[in-house]
């Protein structure tokens, strides 16, 4: 019966995804231990970065998931912090196994990047971006925004999502979702909205 109770939960945690990888946590690596003892599951849960924002997220999300099998009465999770190792898999993972590159510059890519400028400020060059990405991401396309904008980056509060901060993993960054679409900023790597970016010509210029 313990044996089964197992399976069963295990097969309760392929159920749960992470809220911004969005891919079952089994797949990923996250789940580190399974035990049942006295109809309740101690599970072992591991973090793809300390201070993971969706921690909470996660806990509720499993804690539902696990509680639907008959066996299971309680849950007890106890969170721990991927090695390097086990990050470096969920980003060959995130990158289908294939080497780092980027997919919109490969000849077979459906993706398509459209560039939003102006040698002019306050001409509505975010507001036009966010009503483009909404009006895409209704018609189901897949949408990410870029705002690098280092003058005037207002996309974050045109979108309601000021104070949010992407999750890193190692050298990647895991967009903030609002709405299904993704969503990065140059205001997000600032510690206050207010700050100033202090670039220097050679870098300003690389931005």
Known sequence: MSDQTLSLISDALA??????LHRPLPDLGMVEEVHFVDGTAKLKILLTI???????????????????????????????VMNETQRDNVKK??????????????PDSLTRVWGISSGKGGVGKSSVTVNLAA?????GFKVGVL???VYGHS?????????????????????????????????MFKPDRADPVAYRGPLLHRV
Request: aromatic content about 6%; hydrophobic content about 40%.
């Open 15 to 20: 159920t749960v995804s992470d809220p911004e």
């Open 50 to 80: 300390s201070g993971c924002p969706m921690r909470d997220r996660l806990q509720k999300d499993i804690n539902e998931a696990v509680l639907k099998v008959p066996q299971v009465s309680s849950v007890e999770i106890e969170f721990g």
């Open 93 to 106: 993972l995130l990158r289908g196994g294939r080497e780092k590159f980027i997919p919109f510059a490969q």
């Open 135 to 139: 009006a895409l991401s209704e018609r």
């Open 147 to 149: 705002d690098a904008d």
């Open 155 to 187: 996309i974050p509060r045109l979108f309601g999502i000021e104070g949010q901060r992407p999750t890193a993993i190692d050298q990647t960054f895991i967009p903030v979702e609002v709405r299904g679409i993704k969503v990065v900023s140059i205001e």
